[in-house]
C-alpha cells in the first residue's frame, strides 16, 4: 500500500472496489477501506468469514436483503456493523452522503496465528448500527497506521490488531483456552532479560509484535498481556521508550552525528517523528538535548 491520508483516497459509488488494502502479513490482519456509495446497488453480498465495518465518513439510509426481509439501515460516522461467517446478502442499496468505511475480516488461520491456537477461530454475531468507541478507535487508528505506511512500525499496528480480537472475542463469551485466560501471569527474569536484550542490540529493527513473542515462545495474543504485567507497560510503548533513550544518548555524544541520521539508526520514521516523540515524552528537541 502506497503511503497516503485519508483525504487522499476518493469517493466511489462502486462498494465492490477496496480504495486501500494492507495485508495481514504486515499488521496482523487485513485491513481494506471500502467506499460507502452515495447511490449504489450490490447484489448477492456473501460474507465467507467473520468481519466488521466501521464508518469512518459518510452517512445516509441503507437497505438489506436477507432472504425475504429487508431491513433499513443507516449510516453515521463510527458505526459498526459485525457479521458472522457465512453470511449472505441478496440484495444491498445505499442512498445518502457518501464515505469510506473499514473492514477487518478475521479468518480462522489469522485468528490461529495470533494466538497460536489457542482460538481456534472467531464466533461473531451479526449486530446493526452499534457504536462502541474502543472498537471503532483501535480499527479507524489501525487502518490510519495502514494508509501512513506505518509510522509506528509493525508492532503498534499488530498490537492494535491483537487488542481489538481480544475485545471481540471477550464481547462474544469466547476464552483463549489456556491458563492465561484466567491470569495474565509475568514472564520469567530469563525471559524479559532476552527481551530487553533484543529490544537493545537492534535499535534500529522494525520489530514486530510476532517476533518479540515468538523470542520468548508465546503467542502475540498472550504475550501483551504478561508483557505489560511484567514491565508496566504495553511492548510498544516499552520499546518506543528504550529508543528514545538511545537516541537522546547518541545526540549528547555525538553533536556533529545528523539529527536525521540518528533518528533512523535507533528506529524512528523520521527526525520529525523523533523529534515530536522526545518534545512530548521528554520535554525537549533533539537540538534542546545537545544543549543540555
Request: aromatic fraction near 6%; hydrophobic fraction near 40%; glycine fraction near 8%.
Amino acid at each position: 500500500m502506497d503511503k497516503c491520508t485519508w483525504r487522499d483516497l476518493p469517493t466511489s459509488n462502486d462498494p465492490t472496489t477496496p480504495l486501500a488494502f494492507c495485508p495481514a502479513s504486515v499488521s496482523g490482519l487485513p485491513v481494506m477501506v471500502l467506499p460507502i456509495p452515495a447511490v449504489g446497488e450490490l447484489e448477492r453480498d456473501l460474507f465467507s468469514q467473520p468481519r466488521i465495518f466501521v464508518a469512518h465518513t459518510g452517512q445516509g439510509r441503507r437497505w438489506y436483503q436477507l432472504g425475504a426481509q429487508t431491513r433499513a439501515l443507516r449510516t453515521a460516522p463510527r458505526m459498526i456493523e459485525i457479521y458472522e461467517g457465512g453470511l449472505r446478502f441478496g440484495h444491498c442499496r445505499w442512498e445518502g452522503e457518501a464515505g469510506r468505511c473499514v473492514m477487518i475480516a478475521f479468518a480462522n488461520a489469522e485468528v490461529q496465528a495470533l494466538t497460536h491456537g489457542q482460538l481456534q477461530r472467531l464466533d461473531l454475531r451479526t449486530q446493526h448500527e452499534l457504536f462502541d468507541d474502543r472498537i471503532s478507535s483501535l480499527a479507524l487508528e489501525l487502518a490510519q497506521q495502514a494508509l501512513q505506511g506505518l509510522p509506528e512500525g509493525r508492532l503498534y499496528a499488530q498490537g492494535l490488531g491483537v487488542a481489538l480480537l481480544g475485545l471481540l472475542a471477550a464481547q462474544g463469551g469466547q476464552q483463549d483456552g489456556s491458563a492465561s485466560a484466567r491470569g495474565a501471569g509475568r514472564l520469567a527474569a530469563r525471559q524479559q532479560q532476552r527481551l530487553e536484550a533484543l529490544i537493545e542490540d537492534h535499535p534500529a529493527a522494525d520489530l514486530s509484535l510476532t517476533r518479540l513473542a515468538d523470542e520468548v515462545g508465546l503467542s502475540p495474543h498472550h504475550f501483551v498481556r504478561v508483557f505489560k504485567a511484567s514491565f508496566g507497560t504495553t511492548p510498544h510503548r516499552y520499546v518506543q521508550q528504550r529508543r528514545l533513550e538511545a537516541a537522546a544518548a547518541a545526540l549528547r555524544r555525538d553533536d556533529r552525528r545528523p539529527i536525521a541520521e540518528i533518528a533512523l539508526a535507533h528506529g524512528f520514521a523520521s527526525q520529525s517523528h523523533m523529534t515530536e516523540l522526545m518534545r512530548r515524552r521528554l520535554g525537549l528537541t533533539p537540538r534542546a538535548l545537545r544543549r543540555c
